[in-house]
């Protein structure tokens, strides 16, 4: 129960209310542009697509710390937090789990590769397809979602009578994993792991899927089409937000000192050359 934001800041120069403001703030137009693109271009259309396009997991062969190699060249355009390589992210969010759950190092290892899909950019995609929080496709978009008064005007959906009413084209507490979410990097990386048949416990994947579903894991939106089974993740989800999150700072990690752990985390759980 003690505050978060006094745990797991490494620079302890921010307090918690400062993160996620889209309100204001250096970054906010690059921000603000990124979520009107997803929210124009999300459509249950778009992501049908993007599952067939992604699916056959033939952008390339790496192993996962190439892949976390790969994001040294990625700046999030969607994070008003963060100004630098998302490598370093990666690391941050897995030090500050290792810390505070140090008997769970499959948990450390979901730090290291929450945001590993976010390699899509490399494959060519635009980042409002890849990065920011994620929304269900196919049914009215709830009010927590960023900047949901203003970005949402030009989506064909919204004027789709299949998809505009509160549960679109879904049944009542159908389950999340029954709901076709947004296009991004939780998704292209859950179905990615399960592809390459990733060895951690149905909780990791879950984090994974769902670590970017702000509207639900702390909007409180979208409970309308959980299932009992999505109540019972929630705790995992907003367990592992706290470090994704309140980890964010400029003070970066020496990543080669952390290496040799997290090399034998990936070998133990998802060793190899992996199809991505």
Known sequence: GSDPSQIYQPDGGKDKENFRNYTSGPLLDRVYTTYKLMHTHQTVDFVRKKHVEFGGFSFKKMTVMEAVDLLDGLVDESDPDVDFPNSFHAFQTAEGIRKAHPDKDWFHLVGLLHDLGKVLVMAGEPQWSVVGDTFPVGCRPQKSVVFWDSTFQDNPDIKDPRYCTEYGMYEPHCGLENVLMSWGHDEYMYQMMKFNKFSLPPEAFYM?????????????????????????????????????????????????????????????????????
Request: charged residues 25%; proline residues 9%.
């Open 208 to 276: 994974i899927r769902f670590h970017s579903f702000y509207p639900w894991h702390t909007g409180g939106d979208y409970r309308h089409l959980c299932s009992p089974h999505d109540l019972s993740m929630l705790p995992w989800v907003q367990e592992f937000n706290k470090f994704d999150l309140y980890t964010k700072s400029e003070d970066l990690p020496d990543v080669s000192e952390l290496r040799p752990y997290y090399q034998s985390l990936i070998d133990k759980y998802c060793p190899g050359i992996l199809r991505w």
